[in-house]
Every structure is written in C-alpha cells, then in structure tokens.
C-alpha cells in the first residue's frame, strides 16, 4: 500500500454529509470509498450506538481511536465518524493519508438533517443531557482546527457539496 497521500479525509458534524458526500466524490474523483464507522462496525459486529450504550462514549473512543491510526487506504475518499477530532493520535495518522476536509454547515442546517441523535450512533462525551448545539459548539472547533480545507456546504444537494469539495481539492 503506498502512502503517498493520495486519499482525502472528511470529517465534520453528524448529518453533515460525510458518508453520503463522500461515496458521491469518490465517483466524482474516481476514488475508493471507506467508511470508517462501518469498519468499526465490521470489527464489533454490531452496530456503534450498540458499542456506545454496553461500553459507553471513553471506550468507544478508544475503540474508533484504535480503529482510524490501523486505517490504511490508498485513493480514497475516507469518511471519518463525527467524533474522530477527540483523538489527535487519529488525525496525525490520517493526516499522513491526504488532506482534511473539514464539511462545515451551519448549526441550523444541522437540527433541519438531524432527528434522533440517540440512534445515530454519536458520541455525547457528557451523557444524553447533551443538546445538538453543546455538540456542535464543542466539536466545531476541533474540526477547524485539524481541516487542511474547509467548505461550507449549507444549503447544498448531496451532489452540488460534493462537486463543490472536487472543485476545492482537485482544481
């Protein structure tokens, strides 16, 4: 596998487009496409808001933390679960796979995509008192703070964000 930093990294809010984005731009830029929450999923064998309530959010950090430094890929489109930015030790190695594209969307654009955090499989670090904005007011700047590039892809089809993100890493 080579490491030539060939593959891009998305990462952003829950509901920000990640996944779906993400297989559409690796049909756009004829990449790959790896999910990382599906491969945490592939390896527990069930799914992340199972591994989240038995194990709870440290240990399911730990877990996807273990999970993203062991990703290896090669051009690729690499969508990241909404809560890889806690793990630094995850970000560096990603980093060593391509840019960070950092999806950004407004927090009102966010409550509009997002109806039941609780099965989505995310991680409240403080408990399911946690409110969409506490989330997003914390995660917001841990993401800005790892982006190689940042697009803001409010108000935007799945397709328009997407053209948007190739126009912005493969000009």
Do not use: W
């Amino acid at each position: 596998m080579s490491n030539t930093r060939n593959c891009i990294v998305l990462v952003g809010m829950p509901g920000a487009g990640k996944s779906t984005l993400g297989v559409v731009l690796a049909k756009i830029l004829n990449k790959d496409f790896v999910d990382a929450d599906l491969v945490i999923q592939k390896r527990c064998g069930e799914t992340l808001q199972r591994v989240i309530d038995r194990d709870g959010p440290e240990a399911f950090l730990e877990l996807e933390n273990a999970v993203l430094c062991d990703l290896q890929a090669d051009n690729a489109i690499i969508a990241t679960g909404g809560s890889a930015v806690y793990s630094p030790q995850a970000i560096e190695h990603l980093r060593t796979l391509g840019p960070i594209v950092y999806l950004e969307i407004s927090y009102e654009s966010l409550m509009d995509r997002l109806v039941d955090l609780q099965e989505r499989g995310v991680v409240m670090r403080n408990g399911v008192s946690m409110s969409l904005r506490d989330l997003y007011e914390e995660r917001q700047p841990l993401y800005e703070a790892c982006a190689d590039l940042v697009v803001n892809v409010d108000d935007l089809s799945i397709t328009a964000a997407a053209r948007k993100v190739a126009a912005v890493v493969a000009p």
